[in-house]
């Protein structure tokens, strides 16, 4: 059980504190413990109640209505109407507060409503993102296990695969070439897997080559295959006084290949070689791939 105080259930839910303790006195939504300088402490419970009350409350609902709720049917009302909302904050809460529960269903389902209204590529910029965003918070205060976590992780990761898998085939001979891969002993998947998609979704071949890739094994695969581009995400490889190293070997192998380096470890500060990019935001490789597909169009 992780253990709150009120500015951390202020950040996670978006709910002001002062807001907080008036529907906690009036309505009793919220049953804090106290410490011996009568601190106020939150267990998950009162987060997960919290942010499906505040997710119901920015629906309309009156909060008298939505204390009178069992936990039952907070809930189904919150999944009821996720399809009547584009509002972002209020489905992240509801992942949020599914993910406390260990509830595999609700998440599924919440995830489902989200990719079907909004589009797979929305539903990760607008709703994965900041929910990812927000369980890294309450990784670094202690407060997430990792179960909760890999449950997340392996339903993002699924869904984003089937998302892929469902786009139609592009011919390597007709299309720009891509190679994503993980550096050895790099497991963090997810950002790499989204770039797949925006990369297969714009008509662009990819050879996705994953988790924990040799980097020596670029050599071999850049003879071959002739790529436009290799695309690669550092988060928790290499070692950060090795990164410098480690993107001028990439350079060594595959020369002449345009190299993006996305990720934490890519965002410190080395020199990079020539024809070699840093990607700071999702959002400038979306960008990138746009104009380039724009270009490849006018070429064709």
């Not at 202020?10 to 529907?23: D, F, M, N, Y």
């Not at 928790?236 to 990164?243: G, I, K, L, Q, T």
């Not at 965002?267 to 400038?284: G, K, W």
Request: some cysteine.
């Amino acid at each position: 059980m992780g253990y709150f105080s009120i500015s951390d259930l202020e950040q996670l839910s978006g709910v002001k504190a002062h807001t907080i303790r008036i529907w906690e006195q009036r309505y009793g939504i919220l049953n804090p413990a106290r410490t011996a300088t009568n601190i106020r402490t939150y267990c998950e419970d009162d987060l997960r109640r919290l942010l499906n009350v505040a997710t119901l409350c920015d629906r309309g609902y009156r909060i008298s209505k939505v204390a009178s709720l069992s936990e039952e049917e907070l809930s189904t009302a919150v999944l009821a109407g996720n399809d009547a909302t584009h509002n972002y904050c209020q489905r992240v809460n509801g992942l949020l507060a599914a993910m406390l529960a260990m509830d595999e269903c609700q998440l599924v389902a919440l995830f489902n409503q989200t990719i079907e209204q909004l589009g797979l590529e929305e539903a990760i910029l607008r709703v994965a993102y900041p929910f990812l965003q927000r369980i890294g918070i309450m990784w670094q205060a202690g407060t997430v296990n990792p179960a909760q976590e890999h449950l997340v992780t392996n339903l993002l990761r699924q869904k984003m695969l089937a998302g892929t898998d469902a786009l139609p085939p592009v011919s390597p001979t007709s299309a720009r070439r891509w190679v994503l891969f993980l550096p050895e002993r790099e497991m963090h998947e997810l950002a790499l897997l989204f770039m797949n998609y925006v990369l297969r979704a714009r008509r662009h071949h990819v050879l996705y080559l994953g988790q924990n890739l040799p980097t020596s094994e670029l050599r071999a695969v850049c003879a071959s295959y002739q790529p436009h581009a290799l695309l690669t995400v550092l988060t928790a490889v290499p070692e950060r006084d090795e990164v410098g190293h480690f993107v001028q070997q990439l350079r060594e192998y595959c020369p002449g290949t345009q190299l993006y380096l996305y990720g934490p470890l890519a965002q410190l500060d080395f020199p990079l070689p020539s024809q070699t990019t840093r990607l700071t935001l999702i959002t400038d490789f979306i960008a990138l791939v746009d104009a380039s597909s724009a270009v490849a169009e006018t070429q064709r």
